[in-house]
């Protein structure tokens, strides 16, 4: 275990998708999420390919054990991409990561619901917590005022809300896969199902892109592939439970980019909301590495000895 590389490379992946996000952001005027969805997905996939060659992986690393459960995780997850692509052309980047951020709460909802995993006082009330940041965050956009704006501002926070909610679906499907799964496996099959899903968008109004939002949907899924690695080995080189409270780094990411790049000036409403999400997060984040920890010394103790 090398904590600090870890570290290095979940900062490295996090970067990495806000910037993807932030090129998407860039072509959501004029290109449909379902396009983005397909640029995103398809060029992901050499990216993954080249990694899996490289690390002499490729005939291990994409051995389906269980091809329906990726089907269903590719469904789910592309529905995720598309609605969080979609809500980018309506909210400043910031709020569309701090919304994001109500997805790893639903997961701990939805792994109960589904999984039968048991959740005591302490992560339901973090969840408490951090939904109650969401609403803090979503809040003045469904205040919806008469005008064009205010309509699109309150359909940007739902499309993200629904994105959130179908991601968490998709950690739920992720969490079975792994018990069968390879990491690669499940990272190339997604982008694999999205490419051929999001080509059922194609009668809804694609367009052609300018040469410069081509090169800004291209070079998002070649980052979109480069982001799932430097994830993938993040969690390679240190425990989940040290690395996992970095993806919060994404708001400061967020908060520069859409200031610098995009003109977006944060609301204290936003901040004060967002605070609460990364705080609810990152207690059920701690609380898991405790369970975990416990779980460790039990089956110790009922390791036979001598």
Do not use: C
């Not at 989940?240 to 780094?249: E, G």
Request: hydrophobic fraction near 60%.
């Amino acid at each position: 275990m090398r904590p600090l590389r870890g570290i290095a490379f979940k900062l490295g992946s996090v970067l990495v998708f806000i910037v993807m996000a932030s090129m998407i952001k860039a072509t959501a005027a004029h290109v449909p999420a379902g396009q983005a969805v397909f640029f995103r997905s398809l060029f992901a996939i050499p990216v993954i390919v080249v990694w899996l060659v490289w690390r002499r992986e490729l005939a291990t690393g994409l051995k389906a054990n269980a091809p329906m459960g990726h089907v269903w995780r590719g469904v789910v997850g592309t529905m995720a991409m598309g609605l969080g692509f979609a809500g980018l052309g309506y909210l400043p980047l910031p709020e569309v990561t701090a919304i994001g951020y109500a997805a790893p709460l639903l997961t701990v909802i939805f792994a109960a619901m589904f999984l039968g995993e048991e959740v005591r006082i302490f992560r339901i009330s973090a969840v408490a917590l951090g939904m109650t940041g969401v609403l803090i965050v979503l809040a003045p956009r469904l205040s919806i005022t008469p005008d064009a704006a205010g309509v699109a501002e309150a359909l940007g926070a739902m499309l993200v809300l629904g994105g959130a909610v179908f991601a968490a679906l998709a950690q739920v499907f992720v969490r079975k896969l792994v018990n069968t799964e390879r990491t690669a496996a499940i990272v190339f099959y997604f982008s694999l199902t999205a490419t051929v899903l999001s080509l059922i968008t194609l009668p809804f109004g694609w367009v052609w892109p300018t040469p410069g939002e081509a090169a800004l949907l291209v070079t998002s899924g070649l980052l979109g592939g480069l982001g799932q690695i430097l994830l993938t080995s993040s969690y390679r080189e240190a425990d989940a439970s040290l690395v996992a409270p970095f993806d919060y780094a994404s708001m400061l990411f967020a908060l520069g980019i859409g200031y610098f790049v995009f003109a977006e000036v944060p609301t204290w409403t936003m901040l004060g909301g967002a605070a609460l999400i990364v705080v609810a997060g990152i207690l059920i984040i701690w609380r898991e590495r405790q369970l975990g920890l416990e779980r460790a010394r039990q089956r110790k103790a009922m390791t036979p000895q001598g």
